[in-house]
């Protein structure tokens, strides 16, 4: 895909930052260079059908198409970085198209018909050369020095936290497309029309199908939104729409939106919770600092659900009190978001330097992805969720504290499942820039 206008010197720095990045890093970890692979589909068993093609994230950094399978960048430090294109000859798949665009000049680029002739293109004593990815079979003869070595990987992830401006741009327009499609499927909702529909909906307005998105559409009415990776699409519509819940995000030169909206199908209890949650997230991203602890704002959140669970007479306890017991983390038991980019959970998230040191996890969050300070050009989702699980509340009813739970109401708001928003922010040096509100806005 061709760069315009804009993205082209974005992606001219972009580049520029990453080759002084690794050469730097290269030196440090003593390699003499390193190879990173675009991947291949991986076969499925007892079977002659592959599962879908997903690009290597480290190769797709620095490569904006991601189409070809079984191609390498080679990078050595003081030379143009090498491309090897696998552009097969084929007449029972459509091939790739060949690399093209203003980008390409920033490569030795070489195309090559065959896997077995990429892998001969590579250079011939790998003695001193890492290599990053899946190995397949077309290099067992080849003699790396090291296969995704811990050190050189850790500061890769280390450093893909902070998001070059070219990064953010893709992610800017991931998340437009994203937005496009949340609205097809929310009139899908208000048509009455099926899970299977809204989500057809949404491919047909993002123009993105399941192998392309980054992630598999959420997308779950009534009690559904109380899974929390619901991944079935009933193809009836429910007998009465009380709820919907819709997690979808989309690409943009390989890199990620995740956007989560909920919605209910008419004015009363759950409308209400689900805008002062809204509110909440609102409030919470306003509140970024840089240098703040992710953790904390995990924990202002729960106080903050806490509340609302108070406001609404929903749990008879303060918000304190609901932290300590753990009993906020039964309506709100997953973090509160993660690093987003050219994965939808981005790595480095739980190092604290470049040499890979594990931060220790929180006892009481167990499921919080990112433990890092807040740093700019970070970008990351922020997704507090208000649930109503049974599995989750109904051994409360046995303890202290479920005595102050209103199981009436508790029992009223189950059949429409849960809430959840989620918006990806980006850290920039005046503060959080919130993409996919942006994105929205948009729209109108």
């Not at 895909?1 to 003593?30: C, F, I, K, R, V």
């Not at 790396?144 to 902070?162: C, D, E, I, K, M």
Request: with cysteine; hydrophobic share 40%.
């Amino acid at each position: 895909m061709e760069h315009d206008e804009l993205l082209g010197p974005l992606y001219a720095d972009h580049h520029t930052y990453l080759l002084s990045l690794y050469e730097s890093l290269l030196e440090e970890t003593h390699w003499d260079g390193v190879i990173l692979t675009s991947g291949c589909a991986a076969a499925k068993f007892g079977d002659d059908q592959c599962h879908p093609f997903r690009v290597s994230p480290g190769y797709r950094q620095w490569v904006p198409c991601g189409d070809h399978e079984s191609s390498y960048l080679v990078i050595r430090p003081g030379h143009r970085p090498r491309l090897i294109c696998h552009q097969p000859e084929d007449y029972w798949h459509v091939s790739p198209t060949p690399p093209s665009g203003p980008w390409t000049d920033h490569f030795d680029l070489s195309c090559v018909p065959t896997r077995v002739a990429a892998a001969e293109a590579l250079p011939g004593r790998l003695s001193g050369w890492a290599f990053i990815g899946e190995p397949t079979a077309d290099l067992r003869a080849k003699d790396f020095g090291g296969v995704n070595p811990q050190g050189l990987v850790s500061a890769l992830n280390f450093h893909r936290t902070v998001k070059t401006p070219y990064e953010v741009e893709c992610m800017r327009r991931a998340n437009r497309i994203a937005a496009a499609g949340h609205r097809a499927a929310l009139a899908a909702f208000r048509a009455d029309k099926s899970e299977l529909d809204a989500h057809l909906a949404y491919m047909a307005a993002t123009r993105q199908t399941e192998t392309r998105l980054p992630y598999a559409n959420i997308v779950a009415f009534n009690e559904h939104g109380a899974t929390l990776h619901y991944d079935v699409f009933d193809s009836e519509p429910p007998p009465e729409s009380l709820s919907f819940l819709i997690d979808a995000g989309a690409d943009y030169l390989g890199y990620a939106a995740d956007i989560t909206r909920t919605h209910a199908a008419t004015d009363g209890l759950f409308s209400d919770l689900t805008e002062q949650l809204d509110e909440a997230q609102r409030c919470l991203i306003s509140s970024i600092e840089i240098g703040m602890s992710y953790v904390d704002l995990h924990v202002a959140m729960h106080l903050s659900i806490a509340g609302l669970l108070k406001r609404f007479m929903i749990v008879d306890m303060s918000p304190e009190a609901m932290l300590e017991s753990g009993l906020s983390s039964a309506f709100f038991p997953h973090g509160l978001g993660h690093h987003i980019g050219l994965q939808v959970h981005d790595v480095g998230g739980k190092i604290s330097d470049p040499a890979g040191r594990v931060i220790d996890q929180p006892s009481s969050f167990p499921f919080l992805r990112n433990l890092r300070p807040v740093s700019v050009g970070n970008v990351f989702t922020i997704e507090p969720g208000i649930y109503f699980i049974g599995q989750l509340l109904q051994p409360l009813r046995s303890k202290a504290e479920g005595s102050a739970i209103n199981w009436d109401l508790v029992s009223e708001l189950m059949p429409c499942g849960g809430i959840r928003i989620e918006d990806d922010v980006y850290v920039s040096e005046s503060g959080p820039e919130n993409l996919t509100r942006d994105a929205f806005a948009s729209l109108r």
